[in-house]
């Protein structure tokens, strides 16, 4: 059984993980692998459904986690984390549009759409690591 005290390094190596499998996808899919890339962005999608629920569940029992850090790293921390927070509420609806559309076989509407979504969710997925870094490992008292 994993603890809550390990939910946040569980959740950022599931968002490490989405951010590869998001790179492998685009990268198949520009090699005309369709049915590779397929399954490396469902893949992805469940990566991040599994992080989505974790995080719940780390937030329902700690509450929120302050950033100790200070000096020139804390405005830092907090514009990476606002575009991180801002972008992963916007990219539920489009992940879901995406697949949607993708599932749906309506290709030239899904590229459409994933020529945004793609960039948005992985600059979510990385971010989310960097965060947790900067949270949980980059404190330096007095930096």
Same mark, same amino acid.
């Given at each position: 059984m994993i603890a809550i005290a390990d939910l946040p390094a569980l959740n950022a190596t599931l968002n490490a993980l989405a951010a590869c499998l998001l790179v492998a996808g685009y990268v198949l899919i520009r090699s005309r692998r369709v049915l590779a890339h397929r399954i490396c962005m469902l893949c992805a999608f469940a990566v991040s459904s599994a992080f989505l629920i974790s995080y719940c569940v780390y937030h329902y029992h700690v509450g929120d986690v302050r950033f100790q850090g200070q000096g020139w790293i804390r405005p830092l921390y907090f514009t990476i984390l606002i575009t991180? #927070? %801002?972008?992963?509420?916007? @990219?539920?609806? +489009?992940? &879901?549009?995406?697949?949607?559309?993708?599932?749906?076989?309506?290709?030239?509407?899904?590229?459409?759409?994933?020529?945004?979504?793609?960039?948005?969710?992985?600059? #979510? %997925?990385?971010?989310?690591? @960097?965060?947790? +870094?900067? &949270?949980?490992?980059?404190?330096v008292p007095g930096s």
């Open positions: 991180h #927070v %801002s972008l992963a509420a916007a @990219i539920i609806p +489009l992940v &879901l549009i995406t697949l949607r559309r993708a599932f749906s076989e309506r290709f030239p509407a899904h590229r459409k759409i994933a020529r945004v979504t793609l960039p948005l969710w992985l600059y #979510v %997925s990385v971010t989310g690591v @960097i965060v947790y +870094l900067m &949270l949980f490992h980059w404190y």
